[in-house]
């Protein structure tokens, strides 16, 4: 989807989603990726609730889900952070972000909107969806 309207830009975003017991199916929303492919941007905002988190799971590896979020936000932001995904354009490290996974940290299913601002959006998202 891509496409200009009255200033605005297509965007996409998933959500971060913390699920601590599979099993159980209980998840909290702990951040936001989000990809503009006509201002070339991907980020991703995290913000994790220790307190509900340990509410779903008091056993929860809390600094290894603090570390598997800020991997997400080192592949958005690119560079050494990256790792493998550094030479990769957004688009591709978007993609690889929000495929679908099993481990403790999932993403979400993809919307789109229209956004002036893709940075702002992705606090706006945060603020709306996560915080």
């Known amino acids: 989807m891509t496409g200009r309207h009255n200033g605005r830009e297509v965007f996409e975003y998933a959500l971060l989603r913390v699920v601590p017991r599979v099993e159980r199916g209980e998840l909290i929303n ?5 990809y503009c492919q006509a201002k ?3 980020a991703a905002r995290v913000h994790l609730d220790e307190a509900r988190l340990l509410a779903l799971d008091p056993t929860a590896d809390v600094a290894g889900v603090r570390a598997a979020l800020g991997a ?6 690119g560079g050494e952070r990256a790792g493998q995904a550094a030479g990769d354009d957004p688009g591709r490290r978007f993609r690889w972000l929000i495929a679908p996974r099993s481990t403790i940290v999932q993403p979400g299913p993809v919307h789109t909107g229209l956004t002036a601002d893709p ?6 998202l945060l603020d ?3 915080r």
């Open 128 to 130: 709306l969806l996560v």
């Open 30 to 34: 702990a951040g936001v990726v989000v």
């Open 72 to 77: 997400v936000e080192g592949v958005c932001f």
């Open 119 to 124: 940075e702002r959006e992705s606090e706006r």
């Open 40 to 42: 070339s941007f991907v």
